[in-house]
Nanobody, 126 residues
Framework: QVQLVESGGGLVQGGGTLRLSCAASGRTVSSYAMGWFRQAPGKEREFVAAISRSGGSTYYTDSVRGRFTISRDAAKNTLYLQMSSLEPEDTAVYYC???????????????????WGQGTQVTVSS
């Protein structure tokens, strides 16, 4: 089992950058396919980005492709989401998640993730 704790959220002006971190404990981030999701007020949770267990494949939702980068550091046992050119529409609570240890492929579906962090708020002002 793995425990996930996000950090790095905050208030930023439009066009700015933030880097979210997701610290894992219990097992290494290299043991899991992992992803980032977000939920804005009054909206459903949506997929943002994911990385396969091997780290060889990454996936992004269309609205963030080219602006966000998902990565991980096995030595620090941390998953990252580097966000640039932020827009007010990116305002949401961001969650990191991990699939079960038996799954190597990443997924865009939140239901296919077994472990979740508590979330970190990102607010982008116009």
């Amino acid at each position: 089992q793995v425990q996930l704790v996000e950090s790095g959220g905050g208030l930023v002006q439009g066009g700015g950058t933030l880097r979210l971190s997701c610290a894992a404990s219990g097992r290494t981030v290299s043991s899991y396919a992992m992803g980032w999701f977000r939920q804005a007020p009054g909206k459903e949770r949506e997929f943002v980005a994911a990385i396969s267990r091997s780290g060889g494949s990454t996936y992004y939702t269309d609205s963030v492709r080219g602006r966000f980068t998902i990565s991980r550091d096995a030595a620090k046992n941390t998953l990252y989401l580097q966000m640039s050119s932020l827009e007010p529409e990116d305002t949401a609570v961001y969650y990191c998640a991990a699939r079960g240890a038996g799954y190597g492929l990443a997924s865009r579906r939140g239901l296919e993730y077994d472990y979740w962090g508590q979330g970190t708020q990102v607010t982008v002002s116009s």
